[in-house]
């Protein structure tokens, strides 16, 4: 038998206690309160033969109890079991590789692949190793599971040559991320030897790594971190795009960019230079102190160009480019096939005419034709959306079938003509019924967005048969359709049983038209990438159809059709999706926090609970384990538990009999 | 040592002997102290003469030469001019008597065997005489103590005076140990006008503690008068049963056997009272030791005895302050 803490049996003395309280002589139970005792002296204390133990057995059990709980405090364990399973397990180790774009400076990446290499060599043969690299995600590099079969000799070398082959990505630096999954690796391995480990963390620390996960996350006592900082002293600046270029323009002004110029707190300039590559501008000057950012206006490059906004002046490369994709417009045509005039303020077109606000981006232009008039092929054949509100020629209805069938989309307009039916409508009809989940009411399905009852209908044309695969996307109130759906070929026709001139409904004016009229333009080319400024590994959102994108180094990456994202943005620059209505670029620029270069102190780990490793000597090492082994198997003997309830169950006894010799000593007094 | 001289015998001192006067344990039960105080003042009243009031004006005393250190507000300057030389005028003092009650608070005083605590008597009769003396315009201040000065309250003579000593009294102690000497030194020092002191306290302290305390106030140029309130059971100690004695200040336990401790305390308790009374005395105060059973009409009586022996009734009140 052993004890964890044997400290606690000088507690043992406390079975003096009962044993004393047992011989002092008992106080008289009145007690009188008097002004001063200065006077008195204490009377001679009752006889010595009266003090003695009466009470044995309740002197016994009192010690008794207090004797189990004093050894349970003691944490006794059994030896034997403890030498047997001694096993010389070793440490697990996790070398953590930090690969993230702020280790292109300098030779900080030679400087990582030494540390690691060391921190390999330190390993001893019973450790188990493994390294994961990380920038915004963790990758396994030379797992537990193929270090394991491996020598510890071989297992250095191939370790070593893996990391050799490692290069630092583009990527932002998740720290807490990649830390806590180093850990769960550590503890999840499995249940064999110990649970101690260690992270061995090679990384710049630097201040732009992403450190939140930590705050939620409880670190274990068992796995230290052991740091393995490389640095570079040179300051750093970097760039960084605010805003979206079509929230700070207006067409036909000349735009501005505001780019957010950070400098590092050790850094020795803090005058840089601005200029967009490839243009023959002037240089703008920015002036930024250490350790602050300032935010400056750049005037946009010309239309259509592809250049990058480049600065000058600071110690380091990687972070000095910010790109930036050209504005392509849109050049759409709408053909409205009518009798209304672009004028009439009462007509279709005219509030066809308004509908398509021109943006940056987009540019709409309706144009007109009566509906006998002959429909050019050539006209149509991109438009992505044709209007008819009235009785076409023959002629045009072919050219508007074929239109169809090559994917476009053909909103009909039922008008007042002998061959409609008119609805009898009460005073006003409304939507019901609508299909949210078709791309014409997709952006409207919010529930802020939905409510299509103050759209009021006065008038409407009933659509009497339904054509095979036409699918009713709204209804009026009386049960009649509203907009129906079907398909021709690759493309589709649209027929809406209302106008929304003014005669006819509320629809123009309400907040509802922009919307439906722009879902029905995309109806045909899917929505269009907005070309705003991502970072590198974000998710790009693609146009339906778009097939490949090309990346900026010239390498292609072939899309599913049915693809809506594109997730391999692993460079920085600007990336082309091959979309069905062209190409479409779209700049990736570097995670500004990668500028941010200065060092963190190891003291900000430690306030997020990380237990920083001390570096030990082999002989503290061992020493800690070997006491971690005993307090482990005195954790799974648990013998004190039974010393406690021992101990309880002996009060118990004691209680009960105390309790019965009060109750039986009057009794037995007053019979005579 | 001496034996004690025996305490003084009046007619009334039994509550049972003296059917004129007021059982103080039936007063005890009267809540008011202002109207215990009347009650008090007014059967006192019926055989003695109203004093008539009296009123003081700045009053021209003598002429003195002036010394460096002396006031130079009271050089006069028209006989300067006469004479080239400085004298200080000298006036008589402003005020009637200037007396202060000093009451002892501490947690012996919390103390009482016949329906009375000391604390209680003492205030009452404190009450009793600041309530007599503002009747006839004298200055009346009063100070409680427990191991420090709980409560002062400089002497006035104004309306209204009273009502806030008596308020002031009313309140309980939160009883404490009991320390002489400070609050004594301290009431003695923010007093520099000499005035009347009238202590009333149980004294359980070191005789010596009394003798310098009391001294220091008579060195000042006070008039001292000290009563030793006592409880009936601190005189006779007569308990029967043995028990714990717990002492009210320190919260020591004794176990004591009256039986057998009893004679010790008397003899003891009879040498401390004869060094305290020994030690006022020789100090040159007044002293007077009365039991909580003693009518409260009869403090009234010690203290105009005891000033008329002085000389100085507070009734006919002839300058009670002294000169400047």
């Known amino acids: 038998m052993s004890f964890l803490a044997p400290l606690y049996a000088l507690g043992l003395l406390a079975v003096a206690g009962p044993i004393l309280f047992h011989l002092i002589r008992r106080r008289p139970k009145g007690e009188v309160p008097f002004s001063s005792l200065m006077f008195l002296s204490p009377s001679p204390p009752p006889p010595a033969r009266k003090r003695r133990v009466d009470q044995l057995l309740l002197l016994l059990l009192r010690s008794a109890a207090l004797v189990l709980l004093g050894v349970a405090f003691m944490r006794p364990f059994l030896r034997q079991d403890a030498t047997a399973e001694a096993g010389e397990a070793g440490q697990r180790v996790v070398i953590l590789i930090d690969t993230s774009a702020s280790m292109k400076r300098g030779d900080l990446w030679k400087q990582a692949v030494a540390k690691a290499d060391a921190a390999l060599a330190e390993c001893g043969p019973t450790d188990r190793v493994a390294v994961f690299a990380f920038d915004r995600t963790v990758r396994p590099v030379f797992g537990f599971a193929e270090s394991d079969q491996l020598e510890p000799a071989q297992r250095l070398a191939v370790a070593r040559d893996r990391v050799k082959q490692l290069t630092p990505t583009w990527n932002g630096t998740e720290l807490g991320q990649a830390l806590i999954d180093a850990v769960g690796v550590i503890l999840e391995t499995d249940a064999k030897g110990s649970r101690a480990g260690r992270v061995v963390l090679v990384s710049d620390l630097q201040q732009g790594a992403k450190l939140s996960p930590l705050t939620g996350f409880e670190w274990p006592a068992e796995v230290g971190l052991d740091l393995r900082v490389v640095a570079d002293d040179r300051g750093n600046a970097g760039l960084d795009l605010l805003v979206d270029r079509s929230d700070s323009e207006r067409p036909g002004e000349p735009g501005h960019l505001r780019v957010r110029v950070t400098n590092d707190a050790n850094s020795r300039t803090e005058k840089f230079l601005l200029a967009w590559a490839g243009t023959t501008g002037a240089d703008i000057e920015a002036y930024v102190p250490p350790g602050e950012s300032r935010v400056v206006k750049v005037a946009r490059p010309p239309v259509g160009s592809t250049p990058f906004l480049r600065l000058r002046g600071d110690d380091h490369d990687f972070d000095n480019a910010l790109y930036l994709a050209p504005i392509l417009r849109e050049e759409l045509t709408v053909v409205f096939l009518g009798a209304d005039m672009a004028d009439d303020a009462t007509g279709l077109r005219y509030f066809l005419d308004r509908a398509w606000a021109e943006t940056p981006e987009r540019k709409v232009t309706v144009i007109g034709r009566k509906p006998d008039e002959q429909l050019a092929w050539e006209e149509i054949k991109s438009a992505p959306l044709v209007v008819l509100a009235g009785e076409p020629s023959a002629e045009n209805t072919r050219t508007l079938d074929r239109y169809a069938k090559a994917g476009g989309t053909v909103l009909v307009v039922l008008t007042p003509s002998p061959a409609v039916e008119e609805a009898k409508v009460a005073r006003y009809a409304m939507l019901q019924d609508i299909a949210f989940d078709h791309p014409l009411f997709a952006p409207l399905s919010g529930p802020q967005y939905g409510d299509f009852t103050k759209v009021q209908f006065w008038k409407h044309r009933r659509i009497k048969d339904l054509q095979p695969g036409g699918r009713v996307l709204a209804r009026y109130d009386d049960g009649d359709p509203a907009v129906v759906e079907t398909p021709i070929g690759a493309g589709r026709q649209i027929v809406f049983a209302s106008g929304w001139q003014p005669s006819d409904s509320q629809l123009a004016r309400s907040s509802k038209f922009v919307p439906l009229m722009t879902a029905l333009l995309e109806l045909r080319g899917g929505r269009r990438v907005a070309a705003t400024n991502y970072r590198i590994g974000d998710r790009v959102p693609v146009a339906a159809g778009t097939t490949a994108v090309r990346k900026p180094d010239g390498s292609s990456v072939a899309l599913d059709r049915t693809a809506t994202t594109f997730d391999g943005t692993d460079q920085p620059g600007v990336y082309t999706a091959d979309t069905q209505t062209g190409p479409k670029p779209f700049a990736v620029n570097l995670d500004p926090s990668e500028s941010l270069t200065t060092q963190l102190p190891p003291e900000t780990l430690e306030q997020y609970g990380v237990k920083l490793a001390k570096r030990e000597s082999d002989e503290q090492r061992r020493e800690a384990e070997r006491q971690q082994r005993t307090a482990e198997l005195e954790r799974s003997q648990s013998i004190w538990r039974w010393l406690v309830l021992a101990a309880v169950f002996v009060l118990l006894v004691e209680t009960g009999l105390a309790g019965w010799r009060t109750w039986s000593q009057p009794k037995s007094g007053s019979a005579p | ?324």
Not at chain 2, 180 to 191: F, K, M, Q, S, Y
């Open chain 2, 1 to 324: 040592m001496p034996p004690p001289p025996p305490p003084r015998r009046t007619s009334g001192e039994a509550p049972g002997q003296a059917p004129g006067f007021i059982d103080p344990a039936a007063l005890s039960r009267v809540k008011s102290l202002q109207l215990r105080a009347r009650l008090v003042v007014e059967g006192f009243d019926k055989g003695i003469h109203r004093s008539p009031y009296h009123g003081f004006s700045a009053e021209f005393s003598e002429y003195r030469q002036y010394t460096p250190g002396d006031d130079p507000r009271y050089l006069d300057w028209r006989l300067f001019a006469r004479s080239d030389r400085y004298y200080i005028k000298k006036f008589e003092d402003e005020t009637n008597l200037r007396c202060h009650l000093i009451v002892d608070g501490s947690r012996s005083m919390g103390y009482g065997s016949a329906g009375i605590s000391k604390w209680d008597y003492a205030r009452t009769a404190a009450a009793t005489v600041a309530y007599f003396l503002s009747r006839q315009r004298d200055a009346v201040g009063l100070v409680t103590f427990e191991d420090r000065v709980v409560e002062y309250i400089p002497p006035r003579a104004r309306p209204g005076h009273l009502a806030h000593l008596m308020a002031a009294l009313q309140r309980e102690p939160a009883g404490k140990a009991t320390d002489l000497a400070g609050p004594l030194d301290e009431v003695g020092a923010a007093t520099p006008r000499r005035g009347l002191f009238v202590l009333f306290s149980d004294l359980l302290v070191q005789p010596d503690a009394v003798r310098s305390s009391v001294g220091n106030l008579r060195a000042a140029g006070h008039d001292v008068i000290v009563f030793q309130v006592l409880d009936p059971q601190e005189v006779e100690f007569d308990f029967d049963t043995p028990a714990m004695f717990r002492d009210a200040e320190s919260g020591k336990e004794l176990f004591i056997d009256p039986r057998t401790a009893a004679s010790e305390y008397r003899r003891r308790f009879t040498t401390h009272a004869a060094a305290v009374r020994q030690a006022c005395v020789g100090a040159g105060a007044d002293f007077e030791q009365m039991t909580t059973s003693r009518p409260l009409e009869l403090v009234l009586y010690d203290l105009l005895t005891i000033r008329s022996k002085r000389g100085r009734v507070p009734g006919r009140n002839a300058g009670a302050g002294g000169a400047r």
